[in-house]
């Protein structure tokens, strides 16, 4: 089934969404002029079937985000520094974000994305997604903003002709943070739905091209005890759900 439409339209300005008409989305469209849009030249039809969804290998991992198994994906709000675990990430990477912080090529607006990968490092890179305004912030932009990311990871490893023997599980996976439930005080259901159906409708689009890759694993990162739990308790409760995101879940937090 082809969820995808090739044409000049475009639908409504996003900030007109409503937040609560969100919660019952299949999928969240492509709804603004992003060049990355313009290179697909694609809108999107809502899906609501999910018949025929493969669903994402997801996991929980306990600890430094520097032993994550991917680039570790997160979030930069508008006009902000850098701070909290991406200050961590920036020093794990030898201040290559600070670097293109300093130089003013770095991700704040909703669909910015900036892509780092160095597998001789650790963690082996990171996918930073711009969040907008603090106060602006809702499940909807994050998705948004996670979709357009993983498009641009997708291309990233399609573009850089590197060895996929090496590479290949890294190229159709990301580590994550729980984006926008802490600072940017989502609740962290909120947060962890949204980075999925981010990933989820990304992959809706990657399907309909041959020389891309779909995310087909995702790990959640979080250094505190408590929150990686309550992490895992949410992808359950998603898990039983079936109604937004399709899932499978590791047994047991590592």
């Known amino acids: 089934k082809n969820k995808l439409r090739s044409n000049g339209s475009r639908g409504a300005n996003p900030a007109q969404e409503d937040q609560a008409s969100f919660n019952s989305l299949r999928s969240v469209e492509l709804v603004d002029a992003d060049p990355l849009d313009a290179i697909f030249g694609i809108d999107r039809y809502e899906d609501i079937s999910g018949a025929d969804r493969i669903p994402i290998e997801v996991e929980v991992f306990n600890g430094d985000l520097k032993w994550s198994k991917y680039p570790v994906m997160v979030g930069h709000f508008k006009h902000d520094g850098i701070v909290s675990a991406e200050s961590a990430i920036d020093r794990y990477l030898d ?14 607006d909703i669909g ?14 990171t996918v930073i997604i711009g969040l907008g305004d603090k106060e602006d912030l809702t499940g909807y932009s994050l998705a948004r903003s996670v979709e357009k990311a993983m498009l641009k990871y ?42 999925l159906l981010g990933i989820q409708d990304a992959n809706e689009i990657i399907d309909q091209f041959d020389s891309l890759r779909r995310i087909t694993k995702v790990e959640f990162v979080d250094y505190y005890e408590d929150n990686a739990y309550e992490c895992y308790k949410v992808l359950q409760e998603l898990r039983a759900e079936k109604n937004t995101v399709d899932i499978s879940l590791k047994g047991d937090i590592t």
């Open 112 to 125: 910015d994305q900036e892509i780092i990968y160095d597998p001789q490092n650790s963690p082996i890179g």
């Open 154 to 195: 997708a291309v990233f490893f399609r573009d850089n002709k590197m060895d996929m023997a090496h590479n290949e599980e890294v190229a159709t996976s990301i580590s994550t943070l729980l984006v926008g439930s802490n600072y940017g005080k989502l609740p962290m259901k909120e947060s962890i739905r949204s980075i």
């Open 95 to 108: 201040n290559k974000l600070s670097e293109r912080h300093l130089m003013g090529f770095y991700p704040g």
